[in-house]
């Protein structure tokens, strides 16, 4: 198997090969950064309840504050996902605060996030 695959990156010219199990292999955890519009996050959150996205969500921060009955904070509180509100201007992005919220975090995925 090691010949495979020492072969398989001749071919492509790799320096560097990694195999993905994704049944065993740990999942990518994502921070999710979102607007006032729901419908992309809402997408994503749907995919991600289905298996259709295999990943980790550590948090969703949102720079516009959603109530405490909506749909979408109702389905985080029971997935255990921690909703962030941080209420940015164009002079403050929080990018600091943003930053240590997701020191866990490998990706970033902007649901229409503005």
């Known amino acids: 198997m090691d010949e495979d695959f020492l072969n398989l990156s001749k071919l492509f010219s790799a320096t560097r090969s990694v195999v993905r199990v994704p049944d ?4 990518f955890k994502i921070g999710i950064l979102a607007s006032k519009q729901d419908h992309c996050l809402v997408d994503l959150l749907h995919r991600w309840q289905e298996g ?3 990943v980790e969500i550590t948090c969703v921060i949102s720079n516009h504050e959603r109530g405490p009955n909506t ?3 109702r389905f985080l509180e029971r997935n255990n996902i921690p909703y962030h509100y941080l209420n940015t201007t164009k002079e403050n992005k929080r990018e600091g605060e943003m930053l240590e919220l997701v020191l866990d975090t490998d990706f970033l995925v902007l649901a229409r996030y503005m």
């Open 24 to 27: 065993l292999d740990p999942k």
């Open 71 to 73: 749909h979408v904070i």
């Open 52 to 54: 259709r996205l295999p």
